[in-house]
């Protein structure tokens, strides 16, 4: 499976594409906006787009969604249901942070906890990691050993928990619950800024290195 990272909207949010090489399809998560960059990635990597997926319902994650949906024909996967508020009032979100306008939508298919989404031949496990967001989701591709983890941890860091539904122990769990128990050596994506692994942030991130927990 090839990766590309492509930042997108103001908030330079990581949207990522992925290729299954096997039978060129690809997958798009977390399509924010600026479609044509995504689409030069998309035309760079040689894909055709199959499936768009979700980590969580913020306008900067999801906003260009149902318009890639629309004109690409292709199903939209994500989050889970409980960030259905979220995507429901994205249109009052943008214009209250001067965001391009994006109209609310459904997903054709909300996820839950153990569950996987495939494109191609390649598989991505499904975390429930709530926190940031309620609905919050986390796609493992284990061939690979790459997460992409939304806004649930960053290099250095964890996400907002500040948000509507919000909660500072939740995240802190997901992280530890969930995420660690995929391994040290998982390389992670996360909603902004530069990847990490999941062993670097356990020795030194000061909100949930091991060591601050024993």
């Known amino acids: 499976m090839k990766c590309a990272m492509v930042p997108v909207t103001a908030y330079q949010q990581n949207c990522s594409v992925l290729l299954c090489e096997e039978t060129g399809?690809?997958?798009?998560?977390?399509p924010g906006g600026d479609i044509d960059r995504i689409e030069a990635a998309l035309e760079q990597l040689g894909g055709k787009l199959s499936v768009i997926l979700l980590t969580h319902g913020h306008m900067d994650h999801c906003a260009a969604a149902d318009t890639l949906r629309q004109k690409y024909g292709v199903q939209i996967i994500g989050p889970h249901k409980d960030d259905a508020f979220w995507i429901d009032k994205l249109p009052e979100w943008c214009q209250m942070s001067g965001f391009p306008h994006a109209e609310a939508f459904t997903p054709d298919r909300w996820l839950d906890d153990g569950e996987s989404v495939s494109f191609g031949n390649q598989q991505l496990a499904v975390s429930h990691c709530p926190g940031h967001t309620?609905?919050?989701?986390?796609?493992?591709?284990?061939?690979?050993?790459?997460?992409?983890?939304?806004?649930?941890?960053?290099?250095?860091?964890?996400?907002?928990?500040?948000?509507?539904?919000?909660?500072?122990?939740?995240?802190?769990?997901?992280?530890?619950?969930?995420?660690?128990?995929?391994?040290?050596?998982?390389?992670?994506?996360?909603?902004?800024?530069p990847t990490s692994t999941f062993g670097e942030e356990r020795q030194t991130n000061p909100f949930v290195a091991d060591s601050r927990y024993g």
């Open 134 to 193: 309620p609905g919050h989701v986390v796609f493992f591709h284990e061939p690979s050993k790459l997460a992409i983890v939304g806004d649930v941890l960053f290099q250095g860091s964890i996400g907002r928990t500040d948000f509507p539904r919000g909660d500072y122990d939740t995240l802190i769990a997901s992280i530890r619950e969930k995420l660690w128990p995929l391994g040290d050596d998982v390389t992670f994506i996360p909603g902004h800024g």
């Open 25 to 30: 399809q690809a997958a798009v998560v977390d």
